[in-house]
T-cell receptor, first 116, second 113 residues
């Protein structure tokens, strides 16, 4: 199993350009998440999904949109990139439930985004 | 806003020594988890402790939780160079569904030979 994969690994954008980050998981997880990680800030939740066709806002959703058309994929879109969106983006997935294995989140390797 | 604050921000120790990291949080939680992040990589789950538990062990890891003080600590015993990484606490406040986690700012641990 590949676990959680993210594409691309690295991208440079100019201000105002758009792009889509792709997250894929092969663990049949219901829940998926997008985080951004900035120096000294830890990880902050952007958007999340509790199932195919559903999305919800996290702590820092402004400037981002998401879609979950297939259970295994969770897309993060930047419609008009800004320098403030320079960050490392992580996708994660988990199962619903209250067992430890279900509450654990599995992370992808990250996408480094630089907006000039 | 960040739920968890971690202390210290950075820690440097010699191989074989113990490393202790602390985490404080603000609201009631369902559980608290610790994750490790090697440089340039994604996070990896280490251990989970529930709000009704006070201490938990896993190999060289020992986690304590004090809900009255809203704090947790992670102890790594007999540290190794391979333990060099950033460590994050994450809390599940059990609100709004989705097993959402709120992460702390992390402790950078360096274990020197």
């Amino acid at each position: 199993n590949a676990g959680v994969t993210q594409t691309p690994k690295f991208r440079v954008l100019k201000t105002g350009q758009s792009m889509t980050l792709l997250c894929a998981q092969d663990m049949n997880h219901e829940y998926m998440y997008w985080y951004r990680q900035d120096p000294g800030m830890g990880l902050r939740l952007i958007h999340y999904s509790v199932g195919e066709g559903t999305t919800a806002k996290g702590e820092v959703p402004d400037g981002y949109n998401v879609s979950r058309l297939k259970k295994q994929n969770f897309l993060l879109g930047l419609e008009s990139a800004a320098p403030s969106q320079t960050s490392v983006y992580f996708c994660a997935s988990s199962r619903p439930g209250l067992a430890v294995i279900q509450e654990t989140q599995y992370f992808g390797p990250g996408t480094r985004l630089l907006v000039l | 806003s960040q739920q968890g604050e971690e202390d210290p921000q950075a820690l440097s120790i010699q191989e074989g020594e113990n490393a202790t990291m602390n985490c404080s949080y603000k609201t009631s939680i369902n559980n608290l988890q610790w994750y490790r992040q090697n440089s340039g990589r994604g996070l990896v789950h280490l251990i989970l402790i529930r709000s009704n538990e006070r201490e938990k062990h896993s190999g060289r890891l020992r986690v304590t939780l004090d809900t009255s003080k809203k704090s947790s600590s992670l102890l790594i015993t007999a540290s190794r160079a391979a333990d060099t990484a950033s460590y994050f606490c994450a809390t599940d406040a059990a609100t709004g569904g989705g097993n959402k986690l709120t992460f702390g700012t992390g402790t950078q641990l360096k274990v020197e030979l």
